[in-house]
T-cell receptor
Framework: DAGVIQSPRHEVTEMGQEVTLRCKPISGHNSLFWYRQTMMRGLELLIYFNNNVPIDDSGMPEDRFSAKMPNASFSTLKIQPSEPRDSAVYFC????????????FGPGTRLTVL | GENVEQHPSTLSVQEGDSAVIKCTYSDSASNYFPWYKQELGKGPQLIIDIRSNVGEKKDQRIAVTLNKTAKHFSLHITETQPEDSAVYFCAAPRRGFQKLVFGTGTRLLVSP
């Protein structure tokens, strides 16, 4: 199994630009989670999907952030417009069932907004 | 909502020593407590978990203990090795929500 796949691994962009992060969960997994990790705030859940449906987006910082899951094998996290404070590592994770099953994390996307 | 506190934030040990990391949680209804290990440049990976119907679980050199009365759980690593050096996170589920709340992490450094 290839595990959770994220792209790109690194992204450097300028303030105001649109950023799109991509995730391919493990085949057969029903739930997908987007996390953000920073030194100051640690690992924060942004949003999670169950069977492609957004269940809880209360962790999304503001309207500049949006996430979609058009099918069971693909999800995107978009930031528009990006700001320097969005700089962080963004992780995608998936589980076969609810969050109390093992969450398998991808390698992350390191985002730097200049 | 659930609040998870983790201590210490950093821990340095000599190879062969034991390491203990502790977490406390606030929601008495929590029933699942995983521990994740994050190596540099990688995503967190589950290393062990415990459910509230048991007090201790072991897997080779690692073990997790749970005290539901005191609402805390701990990760124990025995005979530490340099490859155990990483950041370790505890987590607990948030009541009524299908999501985990993670602790702030413990950076473990095992010196040869």
């Amino acid at each position: 199994d290839a595990g959770v796949i994220q792209s790109p691994r690194h992204e450097v962009t300028e303030m105001g630009q649109e950023v799109t992060l991509r995730c391919k969960p493990i085949s057969g997994h029903n739930s997908l989670f987007w996390y953000r990790q920073t030194m100051m705030r640690g690992l924060e859940l942004l949003i999670y999907f169950n069977n492609n449906v957004p269940i809880d987006d209360s962790g999304m910082p503001e309207d500049r952030f949006s996430a979609k899951m058009p099918n069971a094998s693909f999800s995107t996290l978009k930031i528009q417009p990006s700001e320097p404070r969005d700089s962080a590592v963004y992780f995608c994770a998936s589980t076969a069932g609810p969050s109390t099953d093992t969450q398998y994390f991808g390698p992350g996307t390191r985002l730097t907004v200049l | 909502g659930e609040n998870v506190e983790q201590h210490p934030s950093t821990l340095s040990v000599q190879e062969g020593d034991s390491a203990v990391i502790k977490c406390t949680y606030s929601d008495s209804a929590s029933n699942y407590f995983p521990w994740y290990k994050q190596e540099l440049g990688k995503g967190p990976q589950l290393i062990i978990d415990i459910r509230s119907n048991v007090g201790e679980k072991k897997d080779q050199r690692i073990a997790v203990t749970l005290n539901k009365t005191a609402k805390h759980f701990s990760l124990h690593i025995t005979e530490t090795q340099p490859e155990d050096s990483a950041v370790y996170f505890c987590a607990a589920p948030r009541r009524g929500f299908q999501k985990l709340v993670f602790g702030t992490g413990t950076r473990l450094l095992v010196s040869p």
